[in-house]
């Protein structure tokens, strides 16, 4: 399925953050939980930490768009991670913004062209300032772990 074909926003932003992001460099694996070696590998079990965004005003950014009708959040961000499990303190991937035009339909007839009809044609009138100061200076990862935030900031 195509993932924009599932939106009704119309203005999209992918935001590739800062590949190098200091504070990421700890390890994601569980000391205390069991290993599992199957054909001579150690499977280890991870720590469950969410990676997130913080709005202008400190919000975690999902739980935001979550709330908000005009704004809607992908997350494709990705850690890179080390082979003894540690965080390498690089990120790959983006976040892709989907947000909601404000439009309205003309109260003016207008033209759509030579030897076209007239119409009322819709008008686009851009993005809600509010949203736009609320993601706007988008610059630091959230970590979180069992409901306990670590931040780190670009």
């Known amino acids: 399925m195509n993932l924009l074909m599932t939106t009704d926003k119309e203005i999209f932003i992918a935001y590739r953050p800062i590949e190098t992001q200091a504070g990421l460099n700890f390890s994601i694996l569980d000391p205390?939980?069991?290993?599992?070696?199957?054909?001579g590998f150690d499977y280890k079990p991870i720590i469950d930490?969410?990676?997130?965004?913080?709005?202008?005003?400190?919000?975690?950014?999902?739980?935001?768009?979550?709330?908000?009708?005009?704004?809607?959040?992908f997350d494709f961000l990705v850690p890179e991670i080390g082979l003894d499990g540690v965080l390498t303190q690089k990120v790959h991937g983006f976040y892709l913004f989907c947000l909601?035009?404000?439009?309205?339909?003309?109260?003016i007839l207008k033209s759509r062209g030579k030897n076209q009809a007239y119409s009322f044609q819709t008008e686009k009138r851009g993005v809600s300032k509010k949203l736009v100061d609320r993601i706007k200076d988008i610059s630091t990862i959230k970590i979180q772990r069992n409901r306990r935030y670590i931040t780190v900031t670009n």
């Open 49 to 73: 930490y969410s990676f997130r965004f913080q709005t202008s005003d400190g919000q975690d950014l999902t739980t935001f768009a979550n709330a908000n009708s005009e704004l809607e959040v």
């Open 100 to 107: 909601k035009d404000k439009s309205a339909k003309s109260s």
């Open 32 to 39: 205390d939980g069991p290993v599992e070696t199957i054909d």
